[in-house]
Each structure stands twice: as C-alpha cells, then as structure tokens.
C-alpha cells in the first residue's frame, strides 16, 4: 500500500490535506515508519515469544493491524499518520497494489489505501483463532517444566488430530506426539532456557550468522526501496501519471503472488539452496539493469519494468520466503524463540534504514548509483548464500541442529 499511498499523501490535488509538502525525509518516515514499530516488536516479542506461543502472538499481532491501519486511514496531521504507521508495524501486500489503483485518483486516497487492511487483519485474527496451539510448542512447555506433562501431551495430542484431520489414527498421532517429545527432550537435555548471550554460542551462534545473514541481506539489497517506490520508479520510466503507475504496480503485485506460489510449491522439490542462489543471482542482474536504465537505457521505459518483474519474481524465489523458513528451522531448540526474534530485529533494522535512506540517497547520489550500490552489495549476498548456507530439505529441526549445526 506503501507505493501508491507516498504519491496520494505528497499531492497538492489528491493528498486532501493541507500538510501535503511533506520532504524527502518525512517521506522516508512514512514509508519505514512501520518498520520503527516492527523493531519494537521484535524486542517485546524476544522477552515474550516462547511464553505467548505463536498462535498468541499472531492474534496479538492482528489486533496491532487493525488499531495501526485505522489511526492511519483516519490520521487529521502527519504525526498521527506516523503513529499509525507505527502502530500497524507491516504492509498488507498484493491488497495494498489493488487499492492503491483504485484510489490513486482520489482526492485523500492514501487514507483508504492504508485503511483498507484494518478488514483483512480482521480475517487474520479470526483464522488464528480458530486454529490450535502448536503441539511442539506444548509438548516444549512440559520439557520446560512450564506446564503439566500428562495435560500438555494430550493438549498436543487434540491440537496433531485437528491439524491432521479425522483420517490420522490414534496410533499415528500418538506414534508422533512421542517422537517428539523424545527429539525436545533429547535436545533439551542439561540445558537451561537459552539467553541472550547463548544466542552468540556455538551451535546457536552458526544458526544466526546464517538466518541472520540472510535477513540482512535480504533487505540491504533493496528490497524495501524497490517495492516501497515502485510506483515512484515506474512514474521515471515513462508511465508519468499515478494511476498508470499504480496500474502497473497491480501487474507487479500479481506477479509477485505467483511466484511466491511458486518457491511454496518448489521448495521442498528442488531445496532451499538452488532457489537461493538462482533467485539471488537474478535480482543482482535486476539491479545493475535499473542502475543501466536510469544511465543508459533511459528511452525504454519497458527495461524498468522488466527489471522491476524480474527483482520480484527473483525475490519471491528466494529472500522472500526462504529466508525466513531458514530461520524458522534453523535455530537450536534451546535458543528458538529468542534467536529468532534477534534475527526478526536484524531484519526489520535493516528494512527501516535502507527505507528512510532511500530517498535522501537518491538525491545525493542519483538513482543509477544507488542501484550500482544494491547491486554489488547483492554480489555480496550471493557469495555468502554459496558459502554459509545449508541445505535443509527434508531435515526435521533437531536433525539440522545435530547434523548441520553442530558439525
């Protein structure tokens, strides 16, 4: 929603407001204003993660949405707009390209395009709702000492057969419950609750220089900037009124909603590591053409949107879901919770900098050295992809400690 919603916001004509002059810089905090709320999320959640469970968070997380998009949507000065953004702390996505076309054209339209997600939380928290607790994180809770053992296996139990559905046996289910059970406790053995300094030990340390890597270079390659300003970029390549801009941005939402089916699809078919590296090495080509647009190829609008095309597709085959499965799983079980709310805080760091500097980097250094600078630091990324990162296809979570972290 971002995209469209810096264009409607900036306008004489269609911001309806009279604090519409926002600088380059006020316009950076609209952008990455979510991402200052995101990081202290990520701290509240890096004390709070292994005690809420995700099912909890998330519901909390949806509650946030909807307070964030409503201050937003109906925000009467830019402070106010900043505390909303603050609050929803993450845009919407393919949602967000959708209304941005339909309310480019109206006069107060970034109040819809921000609003517009209060509805969609609204679904989010109810599916979490009905959804159970994690059995792993029950059973996690028992090896903890933080909740009954006998109660918590069949909580873990009920949760497996409403995930699984009526056509798992009992057999099956309880076959499952103990496995893990066994895997938590094997894992779980003689140590305490991981801290914040065990995040920086062995097994743990590998775990997070490799998910932390990956979402540092996930938004240090400019990610943030190249789909929060897209519609901006595509405004440059030719397409010089905002709803043709946002117009095409709706093709680049759509776009990016397929191939993320795609890397779900594939994923576990051809591994984490050729998706990574091959989606990798195309948005490092997609970067050095935009840098080349805005040099040399300025009179083929048609090359920025190719190069837009193919960074997002290339980026939803690899950064874009990859990297967070990689932290998801690769974590040790002692230091889960926390290790991946220090990795959510480098990522979401990263994000709101590289968002806020976008702008005021343009002016100084112009968008084609920009790009050059995105595109070599995405070189960067692609070696360290070959040589940190394993694959975990087909691994449960304690064999990638046993196996990978701790070889």
Not at 188 to 198: K, M, N, P, R
Not at 294 to 305: D, E, W
């Amino acid at each position: 929603a971002t995209s469209g919603a810096t264009i409607s916001v900036h306008s004489a004509e269609l911001s309806g407001t009279t604090w519409f002059n926002l600088s380059s810089l006020q316009l950076g905090l609209v952008a990455s204003g979510s991402l200052y709320g995101a990081l202290g999320g990520s701290i509240l959640a890096y004390r709070i993660a292994d005690f809420l469970g995700r099912r909890i968070e998330l519901m909390t997380a949806a509650a946030l949405y909807i307070s964030g998009a409503l201050t937003t949507g109906l925000a009467p000065n830019f402070v106010v707009l900043i505390i909303g953004r603050l609050l929803y702390g993450v845009g919407i996505g393919l949602f967000g390209y959708l209304v941005g076309s339909y309310e480019i054209d109206v006069v107060g339209g970034w109040r819809y395009m921000f609003g517009f997600s209060a509805p969609l939380a609204a679904i989010m928290a109810v599916g979490m709702w009905s959804l159970p607790p994690s059995p792993r994180w029950l059973l996690l809770r028992a090896v903890q000492g933080k909740g009954p053992m006998e109660d918590n296996k069949k909580k873990a139990m009920n949760a497996l057969r409403r995930l699984k559905g009526p056509s798992a046996s009992d057999k099956v289910l309880t076959d499952e419950i103990e496995n893990n059970l066994s895997s938590i406790k094997a894992a779980y053995a003689d140590q305490a609750e991981g801290s914040i300094f065990q995040v920086f030990e062995g097994a743990s340390l590998k775990a997070f220089t490799i998910g932390g890597g990956l979402v540092l270079f996930q938004q240090i390659t400019g990610q943030p900037s190249v789909l929060y300003y897209a519609t901006s970029i595509l405004q440059t390549a030719g397409f010089t009124t905002a709803s043709d801009a946002a117009k095409v941005s709706i093709l680049i939402g759509l776009f990016k909603f397929v191939m993320t089916g795609v890397a779900v699809l594939k994923v576990d078919n051809l591994g984490r590591r050729p998706l990574m590296i091959g989606g990798v090495s195309g948005i490092t080509v997609a970067l050095f053409l935009l840098a080349a647009y805005y040099k040399v190829l300025s009179g083929f609008p048609y090359v920025a949107v190719g190069a837009l095309l193919l960074y997002v597709g290339c980026y939803q085959l690899s950064f874009g879901p990859i990297s967070w499965l990689m932290v998801s799983e690769i974590f040790p079980l002692r230091t889960r919770g926390r290790g991946i709310s220090l990795a959510v805080l480098t990522n979401f760091g990263s994000n709101a900098l590289v968002t806020l500097a976008f702008s005021p980097l343009q002016g100084y250094l112009g968008p084609a050295n920009v790009f050059l600078l995105f595109a070599a630091i995405s070189l960067l990324a692609l070696l360290f992809v070959i040589l940190n990162v394993p694959e975990t296809k087909g691994l449960s979570l304690e064999e990638i400690e046993s196996k990978i972290l701790k070889k």
